[in-house]
Nanobody
C-alpha cells in the first residue's frame, strides 16, 4: 500500500502561482511513477502531468504545458506540481496518484490516490 497526502492548494488570482505537494508513505516511493490529475465540478477527472520513477521522463497535458512543472524528491518521498500563470479554468480538486509503470495519462493505470486538494483561481 502507498498512502498519498496532497497539500498546497488554495485561492489565487489569475496569473498567480501555487506549488502543490504530495507526500507518500508506505512502499518504496522511488519504485513508483507519479501523476497529477484534476477534477472540476461536473467534469471527469483529467490528466495534468506525470513523472517517471527517476524523474527523467515527464508528461504534460497540452492545457498546462509551459505553465506547470512536475518534479519529485525521492529522498523526501514527495512529488510536486509547480503551477504558474494560473487561469480560472485551472480551478479543480487536484489529486496525486502512484503507479508501478513508466507514467501514464490514464487514471485507470494508477493504483493509489490521494484525497485531493482544492485549487481555486479567481478572475
Amino acid at each position: 500500500q502507498v498512502q498519498l497526502v496532497e497539500s498546497g492548494g488554495g485561492l489565487v488570482q489569475a496569473g498567480g502561482s501555487l506549488r502543490l505537494s504530495c507526500a507518500a508513505s508506505g512502499r518504496t516511493f522511488s519504485d513508483y511513477a507519479m501523476g497529477w490529475f484534476r477534477q472540476a465540478p461536473g467534469k471527469e477527472r483529467e490528466f495534468v502531468a506525470a513523472l517517471s520513477w527517476s524523474g527523467g521522463s515527464t508528461y504534460y497535458a497540452n492545457s498546462v504545458k509551459g505553465r506547470f512543472t512536475i518534479s519529485r524528491d525521492n529522498a523526501k518521498n514527495t512529488v510536486y506540481l509547480q503551477m504558474n500563470g494560473l487561469k480560472p479554468e485551472d480551478t479543480a480538486v487536484y489529486y496525486c496518484a502512484a503507479q508501478l509503470g513508466p507514467g501514464s495519462s490514464l487514471p485507470s493505470t494508477y493504483a493509489y490516490w490521494g484525497q485531493g486538494t482544492q485549487v481555486t483561481v479567481s478572475s
